[in-house]
T-cell receptor, first 117, second 114 residues
Framework: AQTVTQSQPEMSVQEAETVTLSCTYD???????LFWYKQPPSRQMILVIR??????QNATENRFSVNFQKAAKSFSLKISDSQLGDTAMYFC??????????????FGKGTKLTVNP | NAGVTQTPKFQVLKTGQSMTLQCAQD?????MYWYRQDPGMGLRLIYY???????DKGEVPNGYNVSRLNKREFSLRLESAAPSQTSVYFC?????????????FGDGTRLSIL
């Protein structure tokens, strides 16, 4: 079974500071993808960043970067220079390979991030 | 660009009523999905459709049916709504088979069952 665990239900950070959100996962597969999705109060799910399991290099997207530790099955998200617009729920998700080709995302329960002015 | 469009955005039902949630995507994606989001539970997969003409059960399919009407549309039906189905429902789509393609989500439907 595939599982994703986000151990921090809520976090807060001051504007312009850096914050790291934790995510651990479990899968027996060797080839998979990991994603971070952002869900602001508007409720829309927005892809933040993704990581391919076979790539050792950590993915980065502007102020967002990940620390991917495959052996430890850890996939944390670092947000640098936090902005008020980063206030949202953040979901870590695992996409294991599936027979039939349709990728089924397994989500963590989310971390509510509040950026304070 | 509309992306993934869900209708309605809000709905209140009485226990036992039936309802169909509609989802359409204009990105020519092959795969489509229905999730539900409950407080403290994250998103859970209800059903998915790998391609036009195929559907499969996800993690929590009981009480739901789906129809992949064509490549663009994937509907979710509650035949006899129950209070336990009160949730926010998300439709998503992805390009093709292959792990690298992320899922794109609609804005969700907030469904309350009294």
């Amino acid at each position: 079974a595939q599982t994703v665990t986000q151990s921090q239900p809520e976090m807060s950070v001051q504007e312009a500071e850096t914050v790291t959100l934790s995510c651990t996962y479990d899968t027996s597969e060797n080839n998979y993808y990991l994603f971070w999705y952002k869900q602001p109060p508007s409720r829309q799910m927005i892809l933040v960043i993704r990581q391919e399991a076979y790539k050792q290099q950590n993915a980065t997207e502007n102020r967002f970067s990940v620390n991917f530790q495959k052996a430890a099955k850890s996939f944390s998200l670092k947000i640098s220079d936090s902005q008020l617009g980063d206030t949202a729920m953040y979901f870590c998700a695992l996409s294991p390979p599936t027979q039939g080709g349709s990728e089924k995302l397994v989500f963590g329960k989310g971390t509510k991030l509040t950026v304070n002015p | 660009n509309a992306g993934v469009t869900q209708t309605p955005k809000f709905q209140v039902l009485k226990t036992g009523q039936s309802m169909t949630l509609q989802c359409a995507q204009d990105m020519n994606h092959n795969s489509m999905y229905w999730y539900r989001q409950d407080p403290g539970m994250g998103l859970r997969l209800i059903y998915y459709s790998a391609s036009e003409g195929t559907t499969d059960k996800g993690e929590v399919p009981n009480g739901y049916n789906v129809s992949r009407l064509n490549k663009r549309e994937f509907s979710l039906r509650l035949e006899s709504a129950a209070p336990s189905q009160t949730s926010v429902y998300f439709c998503a789509s992805s390009v093709i088979r292959g792990l690298r393609w992320p899922q794109h989500f609609g804005d969700g439907t907030r469904l309350s069952i009294l």
